[in-house]
């Protein structure tokens, strides 16, 4: 007997900042979100982690963090990258690095992996993942 279809909304960037996990809290408690994908090393990261450990019903994942980019004056430009994307060891390293991160943080492993700006579609990070 088939158990029908499920719907899973997942809030990305849980840990970037106290905006951000508050609206992905209330979120969670008041609305659809039943996911949250935790970015390990922003300043919020610590608050987004123990509010997921109290709330086990909420499917904790990491959201692996290795660049930003943003469409300025008509272009799209490189805010941040932690490690060259072009470098498979650096990354496979990094992406190690925030899932020993997220493993400290939660005590368990997470839920899913993605993520920030879906970086994991391209190689690499596809290949490493």
């Given amino acids: 007997m088939s158990q029908g279809k499920r719907l899973i909304v997942n809030a990305d960037d849980f840990g970037r900042s106290p905006g951000i996990n508050q609206g992905i809290i209330r979120s969670h408690e008041n609305g659809i979100v039943t996911s949250a994908s935790l970015m390990v090393g922003w300043r919020a990261a610590a608050e987004a982690a123990a509010y997921a450990r109290r709330r086990p019903v909420l499917s904790a994942g990491l959201h692996l963090d290795l660049c930003e980019w943003s469409h300025l004056s008509g272009a799209w430009q490189k805010v941040y990258e932690v490690v060259p994307l072009n470098n498979f060891e650096a990354v496979a390293k990094e992406i190690a ?25 391209a190689e690499p990070v596809l290949g490493v993942l």
């Fill in 97 to 121: 690095r925030q899932l020993a991160e997220f493993r400290k943080w939660m005590g368990q492993e997470p839920t899913h992996l993605d993520s920030h700006q879906h970086v994991h579609r």
